[in-house]
């Protein structure tokens, strides 16, 4: 793969506002992203030793750092008015989603023994607790 900007085409009004690093199609999302003019080619940063793509959003919030071959996330960072955050894709690996690696996304296969609460307003508490806002 090799990186280019390619003009949108007359007429395109889905215009992407970002990419999930969550999704299957981050790589797409990104060109996608690029393609649009919602972000630009800043450079070449390493992380972690790892030569990466520096792709920045129109509006600068955004810094997305990517494999420069299939464009997997390496880092992802944002900036808001109230700080950011950072995250950081050690190993990124999109599962078939055929249900044969279920029990690799499985917290009760993966930790059998651990409890399982379900209850939205423990949730609710637990949120609270951690990331209070004020």
Same mark, same amino acid.
């Given at each position: 793969?090799?990186?280019?900007? %390619?003009? %949108?085409?007359?007429? @395109?009004?889905?215009?992407? &506002? /970002?990419?999930?690093?969550g999704?299957?199609?981050?790589?797409?999302?990104?060109?996608?992203?690029?393609r649009?003019? /919602? #972000? *630009?080619?800043?450079? *070449?940063?390493?992380?972690?030793?790892?030569?990466?793509?520096?792709?920045?959003?129109?509006? &600068?919030?955004?810094?997305?750092?990517?494999d420069?071959? @299939?464009?997997?996330? %390496?880092?992802?960072? @944002?900036?808001?008015?109230?700080? /950011? @955050?950072?995250?950081?894709?050690?190993?990124?690996?999109?599962?078939?989603?055929?249900?044969?690696?279920?029990?690799? %996304?499985?917290?009760?296969?993966q930790?059998?023994? #651990?409890?399982?609460?379900?209850?939205?307003a423990?949730?609710?508490?637990?949120?609270?607790?951690?990331l209070?806002?004020?």
């Amino acid at each position: 793969m090799r990186l280019g900007v %390619v003009p %949108v085409p007359s007429g @395109t009004v889905n215009q992407p &506002d /970002g990419a999930d690093p969550g999704s299957p199609a981050f790589g797409s999302q990104i060109l996608a992203l690029l393609r649009s003019g /919602g #972000a *630009h080619l800043a450079g *070449h940063a390493t992380i972690d030793g790892r030569d990466t793509l520096e792709i920045r959003s129109a509006d &600068d919030h955004t810094t997305y750092y990517v494999d420069p071959r @299939t464009y997997a996330p %390496v880092q992802l960072d @944002t900036r808001g008015t109230d700080g /950011g @955050t950072s995250l950081r894709f050690h190993t990124y690996e999109v599962l078939p989603g055929d249900g044969a690696d279920d029990a690799l %996304v499985s917290l009760a296969a993966q930790h059998p023994s #651990a409890a399982v609460d379900r209850d939205p307003a423990d949730y609710r508490a637990a949120e609270r607790r951690l990331l209070p806002h004020g």
